[in-house]
């Protein structure tokens, strides 16, 4: 008779069944709610830039090119056209004041020179004659004011004797009123001569006046016209270089022709070109920073042009104290110009994240440098070296500051 095998509840496949069915169940509950579901991506350390955020003195500065400039310039503008017949100089030689640079030739004006002093001599011809003749008739009329003191005189004693003789009933009364009459006649003649004559002189006067001021006025413009004939000798206004000239000889140029320039060598500015973005930031006083032949000189914000062009403005920055020798006009120049003063912050150094995430958050690798995760930043000032941390970052952390173009929305880097 058969035995009957009683069948097993828990048998080797049962339970390793059960068992794998179990561990599935725990790896599915452990990806739900303990597994870290951040996207992650593998990288390798070396291509990346790891900088460390440290503490130390920081200064807000932005480079900025510009050229050398002569703070001094004279342009020079004609003011009398003519043919160019003389240069005495070349475009780049250096001037002293009076030097001459080229001659003009200008017919017009050399007629009219002649002109001029003709009417010149003109009027003072005219002033000699009417001196002459004032001087002729204020001698003519002193001359019958003289004949005429004699005549009233001998007329007055004539009228005094018929005067004392009439009263002695000696003379007749015929005679003695004749006598009167003739007396008190020269009398009136004499008052009569001196006012002809006070008016005939004040007339002369005012005639040799007028003349005189017709000589000086010819005079003047005499001058005025022979200036401008030695103007047309253009000579060097001010001490410098020639840094231009436009001229050639026969060329015909005319009224207000831009000639050339003299630069001042003496002293120097630089002009420089600012993005837009600063132009709320920089302000006259500022310090910039210059580096010439291993030496660094110190130059500060002179002026600030307000007009904005194609996103950007200029700024005239002049030399603190000595300015570098060697330097020339149109030389370019590398100014790094302060922003702020120098303080202490917590900062960390510039690099291409910062496109990517506008400052907002950072790559923070861990202290096992295998993996780096996101977290969110405050930046504040800037240079481009540093950027000044303010929320979000320890002093000594390390974290990730090359380009974050590629990664997306990574939010945890795997180190390799």
Known sequence: MDKQIEKKTWTIKRITTISVAGLIFIFIIYLLFFSDKSSKLNVEKERLTISEVKRGPFQEFIPITGSIEPIKSFYLDLTDGGRIVQKYIEEGSFVNVGDPIIKLENANLSLQVMNTQSSFLAAESQLNIAQLTFEQNRLSKQNQLLDLNVRLLNQKRNYETNKTLF?????????????????????????LMLEVLKKDSLTSVQLVEQNKANVERSKNYLKLI??????????????????????????????????????????????????????????????????????????????????????????????????????????????????????????????????????????????TESYAVRRSIKIGRQNPLYYEILEGLKPGEKVVTSSYDNYGEIEKLILK
């Open 167 to 191: 009263e002695k009933g000696m003379t007749t009364k015929f005679e003695y009123e004749a006598s009167k009459e003739q007396y008190e006649y020269l009398s009136k003649s004499k008052a």
């Open 226 to 367: 022979e200036d401008q004939l030695a103007n047309l000798t253009v000579r060097a206004p001010i001490k410098g270089q020639l840094t231009s000239l436009n001229a050639e000889i026969g060329q015909s140029v005319g009224f207000g022709y831009k000639l050339g320039r003299i630069d001042n060598t003496d002293s120097y500015k630089v002009r420089a070109e600012v993005a837009e973005h600063y132009i709320a930031r920089v302000r006259e006083g500022q310090i910039g920073e210059y580096e010439f032949n291993g030496n660094t000189y110190q130059l500060t914000v002179k002026t600030v042009y307000p007009q904005v062009t194609n996103g950007i403005f200029f700024i005239d920055l002049q030399f603190v104290t000595e300015q570098p020798k060697g330097i020339r006009r149109g030389q370019a120049v590398h100014v790094k110009l302060q922003l702020s003063d120098l303080s202490e912050a917590l900062m960390v150094e510039s690099g291409g994240f910062y496109s990517t995430t506008g400052g907002q958050w950072i790559f923070v690798v861990d202290k």
